[in-house]
């Protein structure tokens, strides 16, 4: 073979090769949280909120409550290290949390978001049991659910940060209020 090929694919390979390992060590592949995707919720779109419902009362509801209380002192650690399943009403912080990193709660578990192996959490990890679509529509629904004040907040994380945590004075109003009224 020309030796002057033979070189230039060797410096196109080098170049490559190089490319990869700056992409990966600058973290720019991981740049949307862990798993390097961003997600945005469809809390607007009626088909995809009302399966999510669906699959809510039958994946979460069991935990989170059947109108998203969640438990009762459910920022109490039990005996055994682990929190009771928080609400996902207004009253509850989920709405703190940008689109991407509920998706990666419900997908990874706590345990991966948080990143120690230590941690002790009930929260089941959703990634064999629901598809990307169905965790999408769950989030949806709940999303969906929020009241004009808590959507804006989250819109603002959302736009802001992707593991964004920001903490809030403590709200009073709950959406169960809301729906029961
Ligand atoms: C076996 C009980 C259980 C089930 C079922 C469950 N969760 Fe959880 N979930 C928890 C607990 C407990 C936590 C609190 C995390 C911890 O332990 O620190 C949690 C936390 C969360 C959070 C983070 C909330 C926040 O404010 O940080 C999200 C989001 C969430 N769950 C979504 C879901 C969704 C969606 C489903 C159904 C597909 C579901 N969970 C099913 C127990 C459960």
Known sequence: M???LTYRILLLL???IVGVWASVSTG???SDGTDGIRIS???DDLAVVQA???IYQANCASCHGKYLEGQPDWRIRDTNGYLPAPPHDASG????HSDDLLFEITKYGPLVVIGDD???TIMPV???ILTDDEIIAVLSFIKNTWPEEQRSWQEQVNGTQVDGIIEMPEKKSSILEKLLK
């Open 2 to 4: 020309n030796r002057i």
């Open 14 to 16: 080098a170049l490559f």
């Open 28 to 30: 720019v592949l991981a």
């Open 41 to 43: 919720l469809r809390a």
């Open 52 to 54: 999510g419902e669906v």
């Open 93 to 96: 912080h989920t709405w703190h």
């Open 118 to 120: 230590s941690y002790k």
């Open 126 to 128: 959703y990634k064999d």
